[in-house]
């Protein structure tokens, strides 16, 4: 039974590591922005088909795939901010419209461009495995869970202790302020969202690989994400990553004790628990005068 | 006055519908479609449009009435109304549950909420086989059974029946959605969409409202599953999943959210266009898309609020001078 | 840009063919889903049905009344959704007004076009969904063409007692495909027989890894997966790279060499699958289908298509029977009485609509190849699968 419990911990880690990559994109855009952005599973959707694109179409090197997914999803960003979420920053309600009519619009688009059917993508680290045990990874496992390590240490990095980060914390914190200090918000924003959505583009090229790329890849780790921001504190980096973790090992280790067929119920009952006990999430702030 | 002008000429025209449409049983059949996403979207109106809710799992409500009056007259054999009246109550009853703990929340928290019971639902739908024919649906709903009225027959087996069915009931709900705002309540609904701590200190319960609010609308979803369902005469779990109370929410947005007849020119634009533009479903799904860019962007009250922009800029003359409207 | 192109010249081609269309066509109506995250086994139906319609139209068309027709198909994405299946059911029939409807992926839109054929006096034959309580409504103008979940299950579940395949567990699709080939395994395997942990995953999710911890945990010799290619492809591997060394049965979807090519032969060793259509299979009617199919399409043939492929032909030798392109009644009365040999098998409707083709089961082999281990009178070699 431990080595049970074992394992589908680990397995869970795995996925969580995913869903944590998405998490953070999308609380970057809430935290700074105040923006709810459904639309981040489509471009990690994106990311998925860059990255196959650049692998085949060009130097067949898997870093380098990942880097332009990065790249064109930052740009992909910065014309979607300028465009469409520029306009709308103040409106929640319209921002879901846009967001869900992007979800159309892209989701689509992609299947008239690449077809209905999932793409397979097999780098080297792909088909390598690495037995720990009785149970056995592919190098891919590893190298996920390497690099959103690595981003995470480097988000970190970047919003503690460089100029542009602290912008961002101050524009999330208190935006008017902000500007009496002298930042730009329209430019954090716009960097905001590139950043989220590189980040988007990572997990997607990193995901795809491993299993398949096709158009609807993104919309439950959406849902996921979303759920892990939430309950770790909507606007909460550590909150992301503790969310989303936490919720890939949820869903792991469900599977241990109930019908494996509720196991999105258990998901979001947690996150309905969360909410109706405390909807500012494990390391959110309570704001005074909201409940 | 122009509102009500409005309405009474779709009122006729909805009524006339099965002669205007004679020959096009197509078109007939669409616009039944449109009618029983019309409902729930009405219902949608209500929390939305009025008191300012998102909820982004309103489809679930529909499937707890539709599964309720399917399950009522299919394998109970309980006539129509009171099957139809059970759906409605059950699914006001499941959102008087969801409402209690969940309406003092915030609203991005609300709207989120929404959407995960929203996703419950459907899993419940799915997988509770025995009670709902689970994933692989619940085919052979019976239609209303039909009566006769000294010597008209009426009956529900045929389009033109059904249609009739349906449109007499968007109508009642119509009116009773009509009702509603118009009176105080509905105006203490507005009063919280617009500015939930100054309505509290006027003395408006907010919560009981917003309580209220959501139990209607719920239940009004629910009667508008069950019409849908009866219309297709088989219920699927997939007709209630997530995209579709999203597409609920585009086609009240899309009509014009908080105007009465939003809901209805929503669902009719909705259901009908993709049906009249069958190219490639993706190209009318992105083409939808776009619209609801442009729509966030520039009509974010849709295409009724349009429609008063712009009779408000031709006729703005006689607005000054003070002509009464409603 | 390829795309583009594509579809120009697709719509020039269509253009150019409308400018004929006055040459008697009949034009039989399609619902598929050929979007959404059924799109991969759309494609296997659509094309059973464009073969089917190349071949008839190559031999000059059909002829009814001593009166030539072409074949045309009238083909709407159902998307897998019972309002657009159902919807596209009444505008086949009044818009385009088709004598015939063949078609659908999904149970549950099935279960709602249904009615719409009754009303409207269209035939409808379904060529994929499995549910069984579909021709359960008595309705005279619904029919199968393909085995139902009962059918299906009877085949693989005497192979899995006669193997003793037990604890049994499952890895299967949360949709009516896979609920229904559960719910169906169990009530039709005897009360005594183990089954074991049963894993559901939703369309379109890719990690199997907390199932196979559980199957590995459970002790369990045989795993049945209830999916189609992509995820059952994704399933193996990830069943085999964990080191489970489990008797692996699958649908016919895990049947072809299509399969073979997403995997290695090394992965499928030993894994059985039903089969609506062995495509090595030492029968002649069915070396003629793989052998035109994969000159057509550059791949074996897969049993969706030859199911596509024999509605086709049962809607044309109906309305040859009936004497009729446009009379519904008609139509439906000589498919009831239709008796012919299709690809996939005799073929002939029941009281209830539903067609008893042959449902066989197929192993791996080592190399690669196939061989038929059931039912007994076409059991073939390896190679002959």
Known sequence: MATAILEQFINGTMMGSIYVLMALGMVLIYGVMHVLNFAHGVLFMVGGYIAHLFFFNLSGSYPVAILCSMVTLALIGMVLERLVFRSLRDNLRMQIVASLGLILIVQNGVVQLWGPHALQMRPASVDSLVRVGQLSFTVQHFVIIGVVVAAVTTLYLFLRYTRLGTAMRATSQHPEAAVVVGIDPNRVYTITFMIACALAGLGGALLGPLFLIFPQMGDAPMLKALSAIIIGGMGSVPGAIVGGLGIGILESMSTLVIPTDYRDTVVFGVLILMLLVRPWGIFGVRVRGEN | ?326 | MRRLALTLAFTAAVCAQSAYAQEDTVSIGIVTAQTGPLAAPGKFQMNGFNLAVEVINGQGGFEVNGKTYKLDLKVYDTRCNAAEGASAMQRLASVDQVPIVLGELCSPVAAAEAPIAQDTQVPLIITVPTAPNLTDEGNPYFFRINANNAQLNRALGAYVQATKAEPLAFIAWNNDAGRGGVNGMKALLPADFEIGYVGYFNVGEVDFSSHIANIRTSGAKAVMLLMDEEPGALAIRQIRDAGLDVQLIGTLAMGSNRFLERLNADYLNGMVQYNALPPNAPLERIKAFSDAYSAKFGEESHGFAAQSYDAVFAAVKAMQAAGSTTEGPKIRDALSALEFEGVIGPISFDDKGQASPPVYVTEWCEGGDRKVIFPPEFAAGCGAG
């Open chain 2, 1 to 326: 006055m122009k509102a009500t002008i409005v309405a009474l000429v779709l009122l006729v025209a909805g009524a006339l519908a099965p002669v205007i449409f004679a020959g096009q049983p197509y078109a007939l059949y669409v616009l039944t479609l449109a009618l029983c996403y019309a409902i729930p979207a009405i219902g949608l109106n209500l929390l939305y449009g009025y008191t300012g809710l998102v909820s982004l799992g309103h489809m679930g409500f529909a499937g707890v009435g539709a599964y309720t009056t399917a399950v009522l007259m299919k394998d109970v054999g309980l006539p129509f109304v009171p099957s139809l009246l059970a759906g409605a109550a059950a699914a006001g009853f499941v959102g008087l549950v969801v409402g209690i703990p969940c309406l003092r929340l915030r609203s991005h928290f609300f709207i989120v909420v929404t959407l995960a019971v929203g996703m419950i639902l459907f899993t419940l739908f799915n997988n509770l086989d025995g009670l709902t024919g689970g994933a692989e649906g619940l085919p052979g709903i019976p239609r209303p059974q039909g009566f006769a009225i000294g010597p008209l027959e009426v009956e529900f087996r045929s389009l033109t029946g059904f249609y009739l069915l349906a449109f007499t009931v968007t109508t009642l709900i119509f009116a009773f959605q009509y009702v509603l705002v118009r009176s105080d309540f509905g105006r203490s609904l507005s009063s919280v969409r617009q500015d939930e701590t100054l309505a509290a200190a006027r003395g408006v319960n907010v919560f009981g409202h917003k309580l209220m609010a959501f139990v209607l609308s719920a239940a009004i979803a629910g009667v508008g599953g069950a019409m849908k369902v009866l219309f297709l005469r088989a219920a699927a779990p997939l007709s209630f999943e997530l995209q579709e109370s999203i597409n609920l929410v585009l086609m009240l947005i899309l009509g014009g959210a908080g105007y009465l007849i939003g809901p209805i020119i929503g669902a009719v634009i909705f259901v009908g266009l993709p049906e009249f533009l069958r190219i490639a479903s993706e190209m009318r799904l992105i083409f939808f898309g776009f619209v609801l860019l442009l729509l966030a962007r520039f009509a974010p009250r849709g295409v009724c609020g349009l429609a008063e922009a712009a009779y408000k800029k031709r006729f703005d003359r006689e607005e000054a001078v003070g002509i009464a409207h409603s």
